[in-house]
């Protein structure tokens, strides 16, 4: 049995990870770390483990593996860390906000011998990975064009604080699509353009708009919409959705889609129930095997220093308002 602990709350998928760690018999959730002590213990409580306020004691402990959701800037300095400590580590996207923190943190991992995955739970989509299979066997033939998006509510706290998040909308959800179409596609990014600003909420010092449009090897063409528009009545966080044109025909992925329209009187508002897969699953059982097996987690941190690469030169065409090249 892997034994895992949970480095950070910081970021609200820890909930979902945690709570995956307790559903799978061949994952224990051994402990709790984070640098907010009262968030810790709740979280540590709520999930009937341990919470360790020094992370050094937390990294000395019998573990085989961390999951890190902290705030995106500390990626780099816990995953050092738990490299040195020799745990196997699964870190919350995007990897990190600059191209060097994302090669530092996979050389760290590299150097200490432990595998480094990157949180891309949409791999683990169902709708998506039968895309994928179709892809591979070449149903549509060759791939002209994706036209892609990722919007969600404003998730509001750190994630509006740029010395916190090192970006916004354009960063947070370009990276799950970036990883996305790199894999289904078996292709790379090669340029970018990209016009992005505070549309929604101008108070905040990071973007919650982003319009991109970008190059894959071969000339695929993609066009790509990131953003926190979503009311906060929406019935749910947001949307991911593909829309790939090839040869041979067209296919339309709505990646959420597989849902129940629950109407409750009582809250007055319109819901949706899913009723699909759990991504979030997927993505722990994968990291628990790897974990198991010694071997780099499917999802690499190079994969996630790959889509980091996308939004950075996003945000460097943003700024120039020219196309950039990727890598």
Known sequence: ???????????????????????????????????????????????????????????????????????NVKHREMVERAAAAGKWILCEKPLAPTVEDCRAMVAACQTAGVGLGTAFPCRYIPSVMAVKDELDKGVYGEIYAASCTNNGQFPGGWFARQ??????????????????????LNREFTRVYCENGRLLRPGIDVD?????????????????????????????????????IGEKG?????????????????????????????????????????????????????????????TVAAYASAKSHHMVAIG
Not at 59 to 67: S, Y
Not at 168 to 177: I, L, Q, S
Not at 212 to 238: D, K, Q, Y
Not at 261 to 288: C, E, Q, S
């Open 208 to 244: 919650d708009v982003g319009s991109l449009h970008m190059e894959m090897e071969g000339g695929v063409i993609v066009s790509h919409i990131a953003s926190w528009n979503r009311a906060a009545s929406f019935p749910t966080w947001g949307d991911v959705t593909l829309e790939l």
């Open 1 to 71: 049995m892997a034994k895992i602990g949970v480095m950070s709350f910081a970021h609200m998928h820890a909930l979902s990870y945690a709570a995956c760690l307790n559903e799978l018999p061949e994952a224990e959730l051994r402990a709790v770390w984070d640098d907010d002590a009262a968030r810790g213990q709740e979280q540590a409580a709520a999930f009937g483990t341990t919470f360790v306020a020094d992370l050094d004691a937390f990294l000395a402990l019998d573990l085989d593996g961390v999951i890190i959701a902290s705030e």
């Open 250 to 310: 067209v296919v339309s992925v709505d990646a959420f889609n597989q849902k129940l329209h629950v109407y409750d009187d009582a809250g007055m508002r319109a819901a949706w129930d899913y009723w699909g897969g759990n991504p979030d699953l997927g993505l722990v059982r994968g990291f628990v095997a790897a974990v198991d097996a010694r071997r780099e987690p499917d999802i690499t941190g190079v994969d996630g220093m790959k889509a980091v690469e996308v």
């Open 163 to 184: 010395a916190l998040s090192g970006g916004g909308a354009t960063m947070d959800h370009t990276v799950h699509v970036a990883d996305l179409l790199r894999w289904m």
